[in-house]
C-alpha cells in the first residue's frame, strides 16, 4: 500500500527553467510534508517543508505547494540549475501520540530523477 | 563538524551470515532511524529508537536487529534470516521523535550492502 507516490520517475528541465515535482498521498492523517534531495552514494539532504495548516512555503529557489483537498503538494525550482540534478524524494509525517509506535515516522515516496540540463 | 557516521561504506556478505552496519552521531540527537532503499522504490523503515535503551519496529524489521546502549550509537545487524538483504542502508537522526518543524531527520552516506 504506497500511500505517497511520485508518478513521475524521471524529468528533465532546461536550465534557468521552472522544475515542478508532484507527490500525491493517500493518507488523510498526513499533516506534515517534507522534500529531501539525494545525489548518487550519499544520504539525502533535506530541502523544505510543509505543515498542513499552510498551502505554500519558500526558501529561495524552492517553493513547495499543498492542496490538501487533493491531496497533493508539489514542489517547484525556479531557475532551475544544472546543481539541481539529483533524486527528489517526498516525505509525509502523522503526528502521533509520544511513545507509539508511528510517532514521527516518515513515509517516503519512490523518488523523481530531475535532470537539469545546461 | 557535526553530522552522521556510517560505515563501511560498501560491505558484502556471505548467505547465512549476520553483519552489523555501523552508524554513530555527533549531533546530540535523541531520536535515531534505519532505512533500507531498493531501486525504484522509496526508504522503508526498519526500526528507529526514540532514547538510550529504547528501540520500535519500522515496517520491515523482520531479519534485522538494532541496539541502541549509547545516544550517540545505532548499530544494525542484518541477520541471515532476512532473505534479500541486498540494498542501500541509510542511518537517519533526529533531535527528537516525532514532528518538529524546522528540525528534519538528517541522514548519513549509507552503506551499501550485497551478497557474495
Known amino acids: 500500500d504506497q500511500q505517497v507516490k511520485q508518478n513521475s520517475p524521471s524529468l528533465s528541465v532546461q536550465e534557468g527553467r521552472i522544475s515542478i515535482l508532484n507527490c500525491d498521498y493517500t493518507n488523510s492523517m498526513f499533516d506534515y510534508f517534507l522534500w529531501y534531495k539525494k545525489y548518487p552514494a550519499e544520504g539525502p539532504t533535506f530541502l523544505i517543508s510543509?505543515?498542513?495548516?499552510?498551502d505554500k512555503n519558500e526558501d529561495g529557489r524552492f517553493t513547495v505547494f499543498l492542496n490538501k483537498s487533493a491531496k497533493h503538494l508539489s514542489l517547484h525550482i525556479v531557475p532551475s540549475q544544472p546543481g539541481d540534478s539529483a533524486v527528489y524524494f517526498c516525505?509525509?509525517?502523522?503526528?502521533?501520540?509520544?511513545?507509539?509506535?508511528?510517532?514521527?515516522?516518515?513515509?517516503f515516496g519512490q523518488g523523481t530523477i530531475l535532470t537539469v540540463h545546461p | 563538524d557535526g553530522g552522521i557516521t556510517q560505515s563501511p561504506k560498501y560491505l558484502f556478505r556471505k548467505e547465512g551470515q549476520n553483519v552489523t552496519l555501523s552508524c554513530e552521531q555527533n549531533?546530540?540527537?535523541?531520536?535515531m532511524y534505519w532505512y533500507r532503499q531498493d531501486p525504484g522504490q522509496g526508504l522503508r523503515l526498519i526500526y528507529y529508537s526514540q532514547i538510550v535503551n529504547d528501540f520500535q519496529k519500522g515496517d520491515i524489521a523482520e531479519g534485522y536487529s538494532v541496539s541502541r546502549e549509547k545516544k550517540e550509537s545505532f548499530p544494525l545487524t542484518v541477520t541471515s534470516a532476512q532473505k534479500n538483504p541486498t540494498a542501500f542502508y541509510l542511518c537517519?537522526?533526529?533531535?527528537?521523535?516525532?514532528?518538529?518543524?524546522?528540525?528534519?531527520?538528517?541522514f548519513g552516506d549509507g552503506t551499501r550492502l550485497s551478497i557474495l
Open positions: 516525505a509525509a509525517s502523522a503526528r502521533g501520540r509520544a511513545g507509539g509506535t508511528s510517532y514521527g515516522k516518515l513515509t
Open positions: 537517519a537522526s533526529s533531535i527528537r521523535a516525532g514532528v518538529v518543524e524546522n528540525q528534519p531527520q538528517h
Open positions: 510543509i505543515s498542513s495548516i499552510k
Open positions: 549531533l546530540n540527537h535523541d531520536a
